[in-house]
Structures are given as C-alpha cells and as structure tokens.
C-alpha cells in the first residue's frame, strides 16, 4: 500500500468513526469494495436527517459562544469575515475548531484566506458533513448505500484528486493511486 492509499483510508476511517485493519485494507482494491466494507460495518436504514443542518448547528453554537455573537447573526449564508475578530485568523479559526469538538477541520489557505467552499457558515458547515459526516449521525442511525458511495465520493477527490472513475476500477492499475 503506498502512502497516498494509506491517506484515504485514515480519511475513510475518520469519515466513517470506525478502524479498519490493515488485512482489510488490503483487500480494497476498487471503490466498490471500500463501499461493502463500509457498508458491511456501519450499514442500515439511512434517516432523512440532514447532516449539513446538524453540522451547521453545531458550527453555529461554536461561534456563539467562542466569539459572542447573537444566534440571529450566523445564519448559512454569513461569511467567517464577519464573525472572526479581526487579526490573529488562524488562532480564531483554530479555537473555533477546538469548540465544535470535530475531529476535522478545514484549513486556511498559506496567506490566511477562506478557501473558497468554506468562506461561509453554511458552506464550512456543508464541508464537514461531507468530510466527516458520521460525526453528525446519531448511535442509531445507519447508512445506506447510496450516503457511503457519496461520502467516498468526496473523500476520494479530496485525498485523492480522483473526480472521474467507476466503481469497480482498480485503485492502483487504473486510477494510479499509489
């Protein structure tokens, strides 16, 4: 396994809150077999519960109370440049992380910038459902099919770089993962 592979199975371990061993690991070699796997373990009845919605509550409560805002200022459409105090943005940014107790967090650009999907509430809050969505699930709630094939989606271009691909490609022979 090289080390590009063993990225996006930490990032699939963390999305999903779950450990997979390096056996199992092993045994991945296509998108469709992280998908049994996945859905192996954590499987269910999916809700219709809206993991942005939960995300962005839980987003909102944290600038609440780290920065004192008003709960009618931070709506999904406010920008983080209106709540963040001015100066010092990577320690607000960093302190605000540590009050939403996720385990993921976007990071700012070099030059200290939003990048561009988290310049607002909602589209930060948007980005940590899809990065760590089982963090917004309730003990109970399971998942379907379909919500893990959208969460390897995503996990696959953010770590990597994959947007094209069919499920039942090889990882290393043709999709170039190493």
């Not at 056996?23 to 999916?46: C, E, F, Q, W, Y």
């Not at 995300?55 to 931070?74: D, E, G, H, T």
């Not at 001015?86 to 996720?102: E, F, K, M, P, S």
């Not at 309730?138 to 994959?162: A, F, V």
Request: net charge positive; aromatic share 8%; with cysteine.
């Amino acid at each position: 396994m090289g080390l590009d592979f063993v990225e996006f199975i930490m990032a699939v371990e963390e999305a999903f809150q779950i450990a997979i061993s390096d056996k199992d690991a092993g045994r991945m070699t296509t998108p469709a077999s992280v998908v049994t796997h996945i859905l192996g373990r954590v499987g269910g009845a999916d809700t219709l519960a809206c993991l942005g919605q939960r995300a962005f509550y839980k987003v909102r409560l944290a600038a609440i109370r780290v920065f004192a805002q008003p709960r009618s200022a931070i709506k999904p459409d406010t920008h983080w440049d209106s709540i963040l105090p001015g100066g010092q943005r990577r320690r607000n940014w960093r302190i605000l992380h540590q009050a939403t107790g996720t385990p993921w967090w976007p990071s700012l650009t070099l030059l200290g910038s939003f990048p561009q999907e988290v310049t607002t509430v909602g589209g930060t809050a948007r980005r940590l459902a899809a990065q760590i969505p089982a963090v917004f699930k309730q003990p109970q709630e399971g998942w379907s099919q379909r919500s893990i094939e959208n969460t390897i989606k995503s996990l696959m271009l953010e770590n990597l770089g994959i947007k094209e691909f069919r499920w039942d490609q090889e990882f290393v022979k043709d999709l170039g993962v190493d």
